[in-house]
Structures are given as C-alpha cells and as structure tokens.
C-alpha cells in the first residue's frame, strides 16, 4: 500500500501535465479546424458542424467525451471524426514528452510551444492542404526571441543562418518545380516552414529535417505512385512537420 502511494505520488506530476495535455488537445483541435477557413477560434461556440448544435461542456471533456457519445453528436447523431481524439492523444503525449526533456523549467514551455506548433501545421496540411502565415511566420518569431531570451542552443546567429538557407533552398525547388512537372504537393507555405524549421533547429540540423521528411514522403508515394492511388497522397508540409516534431525530441 506504501509503495503504491509512493508510486502514484512520484509520477503525479506527469498525470497533471498529461491532464493539460489533453485539454490543450482539445484546443488544437478547434484551432486546426477553424484557422484554415478563416474562422475565430474564440466565438462562436464549439457546435456540431451539421446540425449547428452547441456542444455542452460535459460533451467536449477530452477522450472521455468521444467515448460516452460513441463517437457521434448527442443531437443528430453525425458521426465525430477519429481525428479529435487522435489530435488529443498526440497532444498529451507531446506535452509528457516535452516535460520529460525540459523538467520543471522553462524549457518544457519552449518545446511544449513549438511541437504544438508544428502539430498543428501537421493536420492543417493534410486536411486543409493549408500552412498558415499566423503560425509559420509566428512560431518562427517565437522560437527566435525565446532563444535570445533564455539563450537555447542553437545561437541566434545558427538560427537566422538555418532559416534563410531553408527559406532559398526550398525556393529554389520550387523555381525548379515550376519548370520541371513532377512534385506534388509543394507550395510557397512549404518554404515559410522550412524557414520556421530552420530557424527552429539551426545550421546544420534543419537539413537533417528536410533529409528526414524527404526520405518519408518518398516512402510512402513510391508505392502510391505504382499504384496510381492519387487519393493517398500527403503533402509534404505534413511529412516535414512530423519529422520536426521527431527530432525535436529524439535527436
């Protein structure tokens, strides 16, 4: 019994961070849906998106809630797709994992912040085919004056030299691309990431990301592209998101 109370208080503090996880998921969630179409993440209401009926606080607990209802709106019975808990899950698991690399500091905001960021540019690009300004531009801005404030490796100077190199190199693609037929997918929102994502990891990391996501994205269209299933395809903002997110925490 001892041991059990010991066991439950050591790990409590991951159970309120996995808590906030999992609300913050909830908000991922509103802004993943909302940002792209141009709609407030404050007003209106959370309401079903067919029947327009507001969802009660009771019905918007994370998990919890898509369980209780089995997966469908209380009112019109439409069905509630697997992406809000898929969204809410990942989310928790980012802020465990960013409490695990920055402990009981400021740090854990940082990488709790920034993999936010990029999950959400991860679903955004692959439902809405979007990558907003508001948090390419902004994450970019964020990440480059939290590190002058705490000074967080990389230096700034790293930082400004990974963001303007990814920034021409994927311009660069993309001149090609327009005069060369062949990559799917890509987009001027592509080249506002790779510029977060370098000023995020600095020289030379942020190449070690865009090599990463590389290799993905051509792991999964090879065999799309035998099978000529172009439904499947993913852009490649959500390819370099993911992979951000992964070296982020396991570099």
Same mark, same amino acid.
């Given at each position: 019994?001892?041991?059990?109370?010991?066991? $439950?208080?050591?790990?409590?503090?991951?159970?309120?961070?996995?808590?906030?996880?999992?609300?913050?998921? $909830?908000?991922?969630?509103?802004?993943?849906?909302?940002?792209?179409?141009?709609?407030?993440?404050?007003?209106?209401?959370?309401?079903?998106?067919?029947?327009?009926?507001?969802?009660?606080?009771?019905?918007?607990?994370?998990?919890?809630?898509?369980?209780?209802?089995?997966?469908?709106?209380?009112?019109?019975?439409?069905?509630? $797709?697997?992406?809000?808990?898929?969204?809410?899950?990942?989310?928790?698991?980012?802020?465990?994992?960013?409490?695990?690399?920055?402990?009981?500091?400021?740090?854990?905001?940082?990488?709790?912040?920034?993999?936010?960021?990029?999950?959400?540019?991860?679903?955004?690009?692959?439902?809405?085919?979007?990558?907003? =300004?508001?948090?390419?531009?902004?994450?970019?801005?964020?990440?480059?004056?939290?590190?002058?404030? %705490?000074?967080?490796?990389?230096?700034?100077?790293?930082?400004?030299?990974?963001?303007?190199?990814?920034?021409?190199?994927?311009?660069?693609?993309?001149?090609?691309?327009?005069?060369?037929?062949?990559?799917?997918?890509?987009?001027?929102?592509?080249?506002?990431?790779?510029?977060?994502?370098?000023?995020?990891?600095?020289?030379? =990391?942020?190449?070690?990301?865009?090599?990463?996501?590389?290799?993905?994205?051509?792991?999964?269209?090879?065999?799309?592209?035998?099978?000529?299933?172009?439904?499947?395809?993913?852009?490649?903002?959500?390819?370099?998101?993911?992979?951000?997110?992964?070296?982020? %925490?396991?570099?």
């Amino acid at each position: 019994m001892v041991f059990l109370f010991m066991l $439950s208080y050591y790990y409590m503090d991951y159970a309120i961070v996995l808590i906030l996880g999992l609300i913050w998921g $909830s908000f991922a969630n509103v802004c993943i849906w909302r940002i792209p179409q141009g709609i407030s993440i404050i007003h209106p209401r959370s309401h079903c998106p067919k029947c327009k009926a507001h969802i009660p606080f009771y019905d918007n607990i994370p998990i919890l809630s898509f369980i209780l209802l089995k997966g469908k709106c209380r009112n019109c019975y439409e069905k509630i $797709s697997f992406l809000y808990p898929i969204v809410e899950i990942l989310t928790a698991l980012l802020a465990i994992l960013s409490y695990i690399k920055g402990g009981s500091s400021l740090l854990t905001i940082y990488y709790f912040s920034l993999s936010f960021l990029f999950l959400l540019l991860l679903f955004m690009d692959l439902k809405f085919r979007i990558l907003p =300004d508001s948090i390419t531009l902004g994450g970019a801005f964020f990440s480059f004056f939290y590190s002058l404030l %705490f000074k967080i490796y990389p230096s700034s100077i790293e930082r400004l030299a990974g963001g303007a190199a990814g920034s021409f190199l994927f311009l660069f693609i993309l001149i090609i691309y327009f005069f060369i037929k062949g990559i799917y997918g890509l987009g001027y929102g592509d080249v506002k990431l790779i510029s977060f994502i370098g000023i995020v990891f600095g020289v030379p =990391d942020f190449l070690y990301v865009i090599i990463g996501a590389s290799i993905l994205a051509i792991l999964f269209y090879f065999p799309v592209s035998i099978l000529k299933k172009k439904k499947w395809i993913i852009p490649f903002g959500t390819f370099l998101s993911f992979f951000s997110i992964f070296y982020f %925490f396991f570099k």
